[in-house]
């Protein structure tokens, strides 16, 4: 089956917009979380939906936002765009919530979206 | 995409020794830990995974150890391969938020 779409794949924006992100997840897979990766903070969990609400979410301004879709497709959005949010925005999906405590799920992660802010 | 690149500690191995990767996490109340490798342009990709009741567990070529005490993880790569140079990250579960480790960066020569 088909894996984790993310799209597009490269993006370059300049400092004050705004832009959004797609994640596609793997057919039947209704958690979606998002990461941004950058070489000196390295991966940090963003944000996670499950069945369209916000289970959990990490330690980034209110600019970083998100949604998910009747269909479990996600979108992230960054809003007033700084020089700081150029990274690399992985998605990942997974069968349930990241909160159980019997996850044991693997995530599945897309390939990302190379942000660059000018 | 590039995996994170420029400041990673990096492990070089010749191919068809056994590779050890460490990592140290940050809670120890987390219970739940996976080990990730990530290729250039490619998102991570699960290797293994261990519970926190356990403090051993194989895979095919593959070995994570846990020490609870002093809150470290490894990661053993057997007879490794050209294949296995990537960025390799465990992650840990603590609060049901994904917490990962800096990365390391295995490169494999002939």
């Known amino acids: 089956k088909a894996g984790v779409t993310q799209t597009p794949r490269y993006l370059i924006k300049t400092r004050g917009q705004q832009v959004t992100l797609s994640c596609s997840p793997i057919s039947g897979h209704r958690s979606v979380s998002w990461y941004q990766q950058t070489p000196g903070q390295g991966l940090q969990f963003l944000f996670e939906y499950f069945s369209e609400t916000q289970r959990n979410k990490g330690n980034f301004p209110g600019r970083f936002s998100g949604r998910q879709f009747s269909n479990s497709r996600s979108e992230m959005n960054v809003s007033t765009l700084e020089l700081g949010d150029s990274a690399l925005y992985l998605c990942?999906?997974?069968?349930?919530?990241?909160?159980?405590?019997?996850?044991?799920?693997?995530?599945?992660f897309g390939s990302g979206t190379q942000l660059s802010v000018l | 995409g590039e995996s994170v690149g420029l400041h990673l500690p990096t492990l070089s191995v010749q191919e068809g020794d056994n590779s050890i990767i460490n990592c140290a996490y940050s809670n120890s109340a987390s219970d739940y830990f996976i080990w990730y490798k990530q290729e250039s342009g490619k998102g991570p990709q699960f290797i293994i995974d261990?519970?926190?009741?356990?403090d051993k567990r194989q895979g095919q070529r593959v070995t994570v150890l846990l020490n609870k005490t002093v809150k470290h993880l490894s990661l053993q790569i057997a007879a490794t391969q050209p294949g296995d140079s990537a960025v390799y990250f465990c992650a840990e579960i603590s609060l049901d938020k994904l917490i990962f480790g800096t990365g390391t960066r295995l490169q494999v020569f002939p």
């Open positions: 990942a999906s997974s069968l349930v919530s990241l909160g159980l405590t019997t996850w044991r799920e693997k995530l599945f």
């Open positions: 261990i519970r926190s009741n356990m």
